[in-house]
């Protein structure tokens, strides 16, 4: 990912960046805890689609959806998780528990590839535990998973990104950086909206599209502080639960 992102983000960068930027150690834990802890415990997150698997298996659907090209395969898993991944995202804007430990993303104090780690894990496991249940159940060929895994992963880096470029209409279609960026904006308008991380047609249809062509100038929490450390990042939000 180093090796796509930093040259990118030096060639057609939006706003010129520090290499040791503000909130670079918090994000690079984010990263390594994540990464870690989710080799540790993919079997929990892929529980509850494995049990929605086994309940309603019908025979006839994975047969079908294997009959289908490659490409279109990919493209619908693409689709559906990240129709589950809008709702759940959405849930976790609306939500006063939820809002807890999603805050922690919106944290970011400036945007770049590597912002997009700064993720509490319960958030990470909720998401992802959710998003499979649909890919599982239809049973889409591994060949189609693989070749997904690494599109959706250099996707959410690239929409967190320091890139320059607006893509003009296609953002109507597509999440380009300049409609994620505004998903982390903390201005007024923006707020609670831009959830898809992949096709922004489903904020459209849904009504949570927000996207002018100018980049945000605010990023971050609106009237919220968190702290930098990432051991209070990551504790933070249970105690603000247990205290509600
Ligand atoms: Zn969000
Ligand atoms: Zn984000």
Same mark, same amino acid.
């Given at each position: 990912m180093?090796?796509i992102f930093?040259?990118l983000?030096? #060639?057609?960068? #939006? ?25 540790? &415990?993919?079997?929990?997150?892929? #529980?509850?689609?494995? %049990? ?18 490659? %490409?279109?395969?990919? @493209? ?26 999603? !805050?922690? *993303? ?7 590839w590597?912002?997009s780690?700064?993720? *509490? ?14 890919? @599982? %159940? ?11 895994l690494p599109i959706v992963a250099i996707q959410a880096l690239f929409v967190?990104s ?20 505004? *998903? ?14 992949t096709?922004? &047609? ?29 051991? !209070? ?9 247990? !205290?509600?």
């Amino acid at each position: 990912m180093s090796l796509i992102f930093v040259p990118l983000e030096r #060639l057609f960068f #939006l706003r010129r960046q520090r290499f040791l930027r503000p909130g670079l150690k918090t994000d690079l834990a984010h990263y390594g805890f994540n990464h870690l802890l989710m080799g540790g &415990i993919f079997f929990l997150i892929a #529980l509850p689609a494995e %049990w929605v698997r086994k309940r309603y298996f019908i025979d006839a659907v994975p047969h079908f959806i294997q009959s289908l090209p490659l %490409w279109l395969q990919v @493209v619908l898993i693409l689709f559906i998780a990240d129709f589950c991944q809008y709702f759940v995202h959405r849930a976790f804007h609306t939500s006063p528990i939820l809002w807890q430990f999603h !805050k922690i *993303h919106h944290s970011v104090p400036q945007m770049d590839w590597l912002a997009s780690s700064r993720l *509490h894990v319960i958030d990470v496991i909720v998401t992802r535990a959710i998003s499979y249940i649909p890919i @599982v %159940w239809l049973g889409f060929s591994l060949d189609a998973v693989h070749i997904y895994l690494p599109i959706v992963a250099i996707q959410a880096l690239f929409v967190h990104s320091n890139f320059r470029y607006g893509f003009g209409g296609l953002r109507y279609g597509l999440t380009t950086p300049l409609v994620h960026h505004w *998903h982390h904006s903390s201005e007024e308008p923006a707020l609670d909206k831009n959830f898809a991380v992949t096709f922004s &047609i489903i904020d459209v249809i849904f009504g949570t599209f927000y996207c002018p062509r100018n980049w945000p100038e605010k990023y971050g929490l609106h009237g919220e502080e968190i702290s930098e450390s990432f051991v !209070k990042q990551l504790l933070f939000p249970f105690l603000k639960v247990l !205290k509600k």
